[in-house]
């Protein structure tokens, strides 16, 4: 599995757009990106998923420039709710691969 | 509709004790993952089922640690002989089929402390 490298952490406030960049150098050519959001005490949940280019969703936007070896998941006017640790995943979209989470990036929305 | 769901939410155990963890998937799901998060730690993948087919048990951290899924639905995780090294979150989560976007579900998790 492609090994992924992000910020531990980050500070914003409330309102202002947020981009969490991850670094996937040897990513393969199967392989997808994807993000996760995790709040405390509950489980991660999906934010989105994308392979090249932009992907857009009602959460989130994800960057992926033609090289894939980084993407960058954008939050537009973050909220208080936000406030969470969100997790870049890369895996391939065919065939079960054990997912590595790492330590993820554990934004901190303040007013 | 119901998503994953964990049972216990807590469990308190002593060293040495047997524990048995449940996770109910959404329905339909034909896959489904258990994950351990120990404190400020990521998720590190423990095992995992697709259908009726055999699981893959690779990331289990030791032979007391098994798992089994009754009739492709509820699956149950059993850790024998617990050691405080075993506290964690023990996550589990259930998709539709390999490789959707491995979008998955994830389930609030059990919390479990032994003492």
């Known amino acids: 599995l492609a090994k992924t490298t992000q910020p531990i952490s980050m500070d914003s406030y409330e309102g202002q757009e947020v981009n969490i960049t991850c670094s996937h150098n040897n990513i393969a050519t199967n392989d997808y990106i994807t993000w996760y959001q995790q709040f405390p005490s509950q489980g991660p949940r999906f934010i989105i998923q994308?392979?090249?280019t932009k992907v857009t969703n009602e959460v989130a936007s994800l960057f992926i420039p033609a090289d894939r070896k980084s993407s960058t998941l954008s939050l537009p006017r973050v909220s208080l709710s936000d406030t969470a640790v969100y997790y870049c995943l890369v895996a391939p979209n065919t065939g079960f691969q054990k997912l590595v989470f790492g330590t993820g990036t554990r934004l901190l929305v303040s007013p | 509709g119901a998503g994953v769901s964990q049972s216990p939410s807590n469990k308190v155990t002593e060293k040495g004790k047997d524990v048995e963890l449940r996770c109910d998937p959404i329905s339909g799901h034909t896959a489904l993952y258990w994950y351990r998060q120990s404190l400020g730690q990521g998720l590190e993948f423990l095992i995992y089922?697709?259908?009726?087919?055999?699981?893959?048990k690779s990331g289990l951290p030791s032979d007391r640690f098994s798992a089994e899924r009754t009739g492709g639905s509820v699956s149950t995780l059993t850790i024998q002989r617990t050691q405080q090294e075993d506290s964690a979150v023990y996550l589990c989560?259930?998709?539709?089929?390999?490789?959707?976007?491995?979008?998955?579900?994830f389930g609030p998790g059990t919390r479990l402390t032994v003492t």
């Open positions: 994308g392979y090249k």
């Open positions: 089922f697709q259908g009726n087919s055999a699981p893959d």
């Open positions: 989560a259930s998709s539709w089929t390999l490789g959707q976007g491995y979008e998955q579900y």
